[in-house]
């Protein structure tokens, strides 16, 4: 990467500025020389992470404002910064992925949540979820196994591997999910109530989560969990929900 290669060429500089002049040993002069190659390169990789997340945010503002094309375009215009920095890739591709999700494009997001960073708990469950809603239970279960390897704490994503679980008719799967959950996470209430809530042979408890869990749509979400700049894209694509009766 760009931003690397540039650091490594400010540290031979600074070698070579302390050795030659000095006439210092080679290990006194790696010293300057590191330190002025990660200064270098942390200041580089900070300037590009500024630039990505300046374009995904000038993108959320398209998709806030219903230019939902335009906002997935201004945020693809970040992919060129992954050649001047590690990970900027799979972070674009994470962001990308959960907007096309959200907005119900299953299709197009599916590339991008499979090239997302493993570490965006989020992007990776919505890649399950999306298993789960074609009805393929191994790569759901793969998805997901690694979505909570990499995302131990996250206790949404845990939550919504046993839901989709249960509902796929695995309780008893889902219950080892949510305890291995806990295991990682002992304090966290949302996942004891979840964890109670299957054991007494109920439902899980996922509007404690609120909006990111309407996120998944994986139930219809209530109108005043979404953006307004989304809503209307959002009720186009609600036709596999089931629509409360008219009075």
């Not at 006439?23 to 300057?32: D, G, N, Q, Y």
């Not at 270098?40 to 219903?66: D, F, I, N, S």
Request: charge should be positive; aromatic fraction near 10%; glycine fraction near 6%.
């Amino acid at each position: 990467m760009y931003n690397l290669l540039i650091s490594l060429g400010v540290a031979l500089v600074a070698w070579a500025a302390v050795f030659f002049p000095f006439h210092t040993s080679v290990p006194t002069a790696l010293l300057p020389a590191f330190v002025a190659g990660a200064a270098a390169y942390v200041w580089l990789a900070r300037r590009t992470m500024k630039q990505m997340e300046a374009l995904v945010m000038a993108g959320q503002k398209e998709l806030e404002a219903k230019r939902i094309d335009a906002g997935l375009a201004k945020i693809s215009e970040a992919f060129p910064l992954g050649k001047w920095q590690f990970l900027v890739g799979p972070q674009v591709h994470a962001a990308l992925g959960q907007y096309l999700y959200i907005f119900e494009r299953y299709d197009e997001a599916k590339p991008h949540l499979e090239k997302a960073f493993v570490r965006i708990g989020n992007a990776r469950a919505m890649l399950g979820a999306l298993h789960f809603k074609r009805k393929d239970a191994a790569q759901m279960t793969t998805a997901f196994e690694d979505a909570v390897k990499h995302n131990k704490k996250d206790g949404l994503v845990w939550s919504v591997y046993a839901w989709c679980l249960d509902r796929n008719g695995d309780r008893q799967r889902a219950i080892d999910v949510l305890t291995r959950a806990l295991k990682e996470s002992p304090s966290d209430e949302k996942l004891k109530a979840n964890l109670l809530a299957l054991q007494n042979n109920e439902r899980l408890k996922m509007k404690p989560y609120g909006q990111m869990w309407w996120a998944f749509r994986l139930e219809p979400p209530p109108m005043d969990h979404i953006p307004p700049g989304m809503r209307g894209q959002i009720q186009q694509g609600r036709k596999g929900y089931r629509q409360r009766p008219q009075r």
